[in-house]
């Protein structure tokens, strides 16, 4: 995902507020908010696969990291150059599909394993409660595993996202 991990995201919030209170506005009228991007596993044996397809791996490509750069910190290859942004650089209409070929290639499990929360619905809540610990006022968790399953089980994923929000899982 777009933050490494839920303290990068608290440290985020925490300037925030910092700048906030130096310009003398409360901190507190502000909303602090993420679209967190995740996968839950239904505890069948689609998790690799819904890891591996190629959606998965073009979600990871484009918005695993919003400043493209940071996967070298992380010891990953670049998949776009460095200063690469997708509002800024990507242009759907004039990619190849040897271009597409090229960026699938390029985006490793690895990448997709840090863009992404995976795990059981109670490990995706466990990750919201940090988010929220850490800062956030207002998440909007996004559940991509109607897209990435099998079509026989695009049920499950429906009925996911409610125990998730409300940490009952």
Same mark, same amino acid.
């Given at each position: ?5 839920? &303290? ?64 070298? &910190? ?55 409660? &940090? ?19 099998? &079509? ?18």
């Amino acid at each position: 995902w777009a933050f490494r991990n839920p &303290q990068e995201w608290a440290n985020l919030c925490k300037g925030i507020k910092e700048d906030l209170m130096r310009k003398e506005r409360d901190p507190e009228k502000f909303t602090l908010g993420l679209w967190p991007a995740c996968v839950i596993d239904n505890g069948t044996d689609d998790l690799d696969a819904m890891l591996e397809h190629p959606l998965c791996k073009w979600f990871t490509a484009v918005w695993g990291r919003l400043q493209h750069g940071l996967w070298k &910190q992380e010891g990953l290859n670049l998949i776009f150059p460095e200063d690469w942004h997708y509002a800024m650089k990507l242009r759907p209409f004039e990619i190849s599909a040897a271009e597409v070929d090229r960026i699938l290639a390029a985006t490793t499990r690895a990448h997709v394993e840090k863009s992404l929360i995976i795990g059981t619905v109670d490990e995706v809540a466990e990750e919201m409660y &940090q988010l929220v610990e850490g800062g956030a006022t207002y998440l909007a968790p996004l559940d991509l595993s109607a897209i990435f399953l099998p &079509q026989h089980r695009h049920s499950f994923s429906d009925l996911t996202m409610l125990p998730v929000a409300s940490g009952s899982g």
